[in-house]
């Protein structure tokens, strides 16, 4: 993966992250900070904004936020991290490449199709 795609999936992650934060109603000063981050320059993306989520969590529950938004807040900041690691793209059971169109769609998506499609099959998530 490119630095141009990376650039790319951390702008789709950042956003969707952003849109969730919003219904969560965080601060403004803090969801200005990730709006600024995702338009900026994104050479200069760093992890630690996933490292500031352990406070977005306990307001999650506070807020009463479903089980679905909290697990796919997660799953962005995860996706966050492999990205900022460069395992982003890979799936985290096979290795494999995680298939673009898919990333498109689930920017966090930790698993390739294949995967995916097993795990829904045996009920394992
Ligand atoms: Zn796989």
Same mark, same amino acid.
């Given at each position: 993966m #490119?630095? %141009?795609e990376k650039e790319k999936y951390v702008r789709l992650l950042l956003e969707r992250k952003l849109e969730l934060l919003q219904e969560i109603g965080v +601060? +403004? #000063?803090y969801l200005a900070k990730i709006a600024r981050e995702a338009s900026g320059d994104l050479s200069s993306f760093s992890y630690h904004m /996933?490292?500031?989520s352990g406070e977005t969590y306990r307001r999650e529950l506070q807020a009463g936020l479903t089980t679905e938004q909290i697990r796919i807040l %997660? /799953?962005?900041d995860e996706a966050l991290k492999r990205l900022h690691e460069g395992s982003y793209g890979k799936c985290t059971k096979c290795g494999g490449s995680i298939q673009k169109a898919r990333l498109d769609f689930v920017p966090w998506a930790r698993h390739c199709i294949t995967c995916q499609r097993s795990f829904e099959g045996s009920g394992t998530p």
């Open positions: #490119n630095k %141009r +601060e +403004e #000063n /996933a490292d500031q %997660r /799953a962005i």
